[in-house]
């Protein structure tokens, strides 16, 4: 149990955050697939990251993680080798298309959590792709790709409403395909689309030529994958819980380096926290929010941003006026079902919350502290350092587990309240 620090008056600071996990991931990845060493600047170094790195030593890459700046030498693609996912969605999605590439088994699990987060849809696009894949037929791991070295490629059709992740996943091998792949989504709205537009946007970086000019339609043209050295931005989805204690405290955060362009979802929080009452400003010391005295809830749908909505849930339990949060149904299957473990840990602090299928209601509440269970999950322990900063005695269970995407959090966060 780690005591949340608690805000004494208006908390004033400026932070540089550690790198964007997916653009760290996507970029080691596709690093690992190119026809040359390529390097990864201010790569994030943290569990998700590390568990790339190593899935694709595993599978035959160099990837020279001993600075700030990751370099990735390609090497030929084999098996055996076996892929430890943890609980990163980006390793179990992306990792199998480029293991069907190799020459060998490879042979995937994770946490125990993990064995329920839904992969059967880039499995069994695997299969009408021409690669041989083996799982008990849950769609969840464990499993094993039984790579031949090439995969033929072509169309393939399947339903993306529980994650954007398995069209990302095919997208991302799919130039080094035979047939390049033609991804069509048929199902209910696929959620987390700046996620796949990230996507589109990196392969494109790495001179693939990919269609995306049809809704619910990707096509990659296959060719070869060129290297490319790049800096990866600052993780925007991680600078909520940094944003929010300028809002929950009626302070200012500055996050240095915020991009005037970017496919990353947790560049709405910009809008979000307008809509709550901040001053948001980007300019060249990068992006500065002021807090308001009163809060406001917000009636809001955040199927594009889901990532956001632990952060979010947390500054609605604090705002003084309602909150509805919409379109998330898919969040119950990220690192926990979040949808749950939001009502049930910010109810028990004495927050006013209904759960829907698709999402939050909360309206204003006095809180009051108590221990928030974090499930594993690194955006649980987000929300409960959020709501830590404005009420007293708010212990937070296991906040190492912020480690999946953000380095030594605990200390950087507390250092804000010296
Ligand atoms: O591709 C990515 O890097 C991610 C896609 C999203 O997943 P879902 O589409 O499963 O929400 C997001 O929530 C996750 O944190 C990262
Ligand atoms: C959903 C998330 O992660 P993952 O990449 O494991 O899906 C997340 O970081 O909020």
């Given at each position: 149990m780690w005591p949340a620090p608690g805000a004494t008056g208006p908390v004033e600071a400026v932070v540089s955050l550690p790198g964007s996990k997916s653009i760290t991931n996507r970029a080691l990845l596709l690093a690992a697939i190119a026809d040359g060493p390529s390097v990864v600047r201010r790569?994030?170094?943290?569990?998700?990251?590390?568990?790339?790195?190593?899935?694709?030593?595993?599978?035959?890459?160099?990837?020279?993680?001993?600075?700030?700046?990751?370099?990735?030498?390609?090497?030929?693609?084999?098996?055996?080798?076996?892929?430890?996912?943890?609980?990163?969605?980006?390793?179990?999605?992306?990792?199998?298309?480029?293991?069907?590439?190799?020459?060998?088994t490879v042979t995937f699990d994770g946490d125990p959590h993990m064995r329920t987060r839904p992969v059967g849809g880039v499995l069994d696009s695997l299969r009408a792709l021409g690669a041989d894949v083996d799982d008990d037929g849950r769609g969840a791991l464990p499993f094993a790709v039984r790579g031949t070295g090439a995969v033929s490629g072509g169309t393939v059709l399947l339903d993306a409403s529980s994650s954007s992740q398995f069209v990302s996943a095919l997208l991302l091998a799919g130039a080094r395909y035979e047939r390049g792949v033609d991804v069509r989504h048929d199902g209910e709205p696929v959620p987390s689309l700046p996620h796949i537009e990230m996507t589109v946007a990196m392969v494109r970086e790495h001179g693939v030529e990919i269609d995306d000019s049809e809704p619910d339609r990707w096509r990659v043209a296959p060719g070869p994958v060129a290297p490319v050295d790049r800096t990866v931005e600052p993780d925007l989805s991680n600078a909520a819980p940094f944003l929010a204690l300028a809002a929950v405290t009626g302070g200012t955060v500055t996050v240095r380096d915020w991009p005037r362009r970017t496919t990353q979802a947790g560049d709405a929080l910009r809008e979000i926290l307008a809509l709550m009452g901040c001053e948001v400003e980007l300019g060249g010391a990068g992006l500065r929010v002021t807090g308001p005295t009163a809060l406001l809830g917000i009636d809001h749908d955040l199927h594009d941003v889901g990532e956001l909505a632990p952060a979010v849930a947390a500054l609605c339990a604090l705002a003084t006026t309602p909150s509805h949060l919409r379109g998330i149904a898919h969040i119950r299957h990220h690192e926990t079902d979040r949808i749950t473990a939001l009502a049930t840990e910010l109810s028990a602090l004495g927050a006013d919350v209904s759960e829907h299928a698709d999402g939050l209601s909360l309206r204003p509440a006095p809180l009051h502290g108590?221990?928030?269970?974090?499930?594993?999950?690194?955006?649980?322990?987000?929300?409960?350092?959020?709501?830590?900063?404005?009420?007293?005695?708010?212990?937070?269970?296991?906040?190492?587990?912020?480690?999946?995407?953000?380095?030594?959090?605990?200390?950087f966060w507390s250092d804000l309240f010296r």
């Amino acid at each position: 149990m780690w005591p949340a620090p608690g805000a004494t008056g208006p908390v004033e600071a400026v932070v540089s955050l550690p790198g964007s996990k997916s653009i760290t991931n996507r970029a080691l990845l596709l690093a690992a697939i190119a026809d040359g060493p390529s390097v990864v600047r201010r790569a994030l170094r943290s569990r998700d990251t590390t568990l790339m790195a190593a899935a694709l030593t595993g599978l035959g890459a160099t990837v020279d993680t001993t600075g700030e700046d990751w370099t990735v030498t390609p090497g030929d693609l084999r098996g055996p080798a076996h892929v430890d996912c943890g609980l990163a969605g980006t390793v179990m999605r992306f990792v199998p298309p480029v293991a069907a590439l190799a020459d060998g088994t490879v042979t995937f699990d994770g946490d125990p959590h993990m064995r329920t987060r839904p992969v059967g849809g880039v499995l069994d696009s695997l299969r009408a792709l021409g690669a041989d894949v083996d799982d008990d037929g849950r769609g969840a791991l464990p499993f094993a790709v039984r790579g031949t070295g090439a995969v033929s490629g072509g169309t393939v059709l399947l339903d993306a409403s529980s994650s954007s992740q398995f069209v990302s996943a095919l997208l991302l091998a799919g130039a080094r395909y035979e047939r390049g792949v033609d991804v069509r989504h048929d199902g209910e709205p696929v959620p987390s689309l700046p996620h796949i537009e990230m996507t589109v946007a990196m392969v494109r970086e790495h001179g693939v030529e990919i269609d995306d000019s049809e809704p619910d339609r990707w096509r990659v043209a296959p060719g070869p994958v060129a290297p490319v050295d790049r800096t990866v931005e600052p993780d925007l989805s991680n600078a909520a819980p940094f944003l929010a204690l300028a809002a929950v405290t009626g302070g200012t955060v500055t996050v240095r380096d915020w991009p005037r362009r970017t496919t990353q979802a947790g560049d709405a929080l910009r809008e979000i926290l307008a809509l709550m009452g901040c001053e948001v400003e980007l300019g060249g010391a990068g992006l500065r929010v002021t807090g308001p005295t009163a809060l406001l809830g917000i009636d809001h749908d955040l199927h594009d941003v889901g990532e956001l909505a632990p952060a979010v849930a947390a500054l609605c339990a604090l705002a003084t006026t309602p909150s509805h949060l919409r379109g998330i149904a898919h969040i119950r299957h990220h690192e926990t079902d979040r949808i749950t473990a939001l009502a049930t840990e910010l109810s028990a602090l004495g927050a006013d919350v209904s759960e829907h299928a698709d999402g939050l209601s909360l309206r204003p509440a006095p809180l009051h502290g108590g221990t928030f269970h974090t499930y594993a999950d690194h955006r649980m322990a987000h929300a409960a350092v959020i709501v830590g900063a404005a009420v007293p005695g708010v212990l937070v269970e296991d906040v190492a587990t912020t480690g999946k995407t953000f380095p030594d959090f605990a200390g950087f966060w507390s250092d804000l309240f010296r």
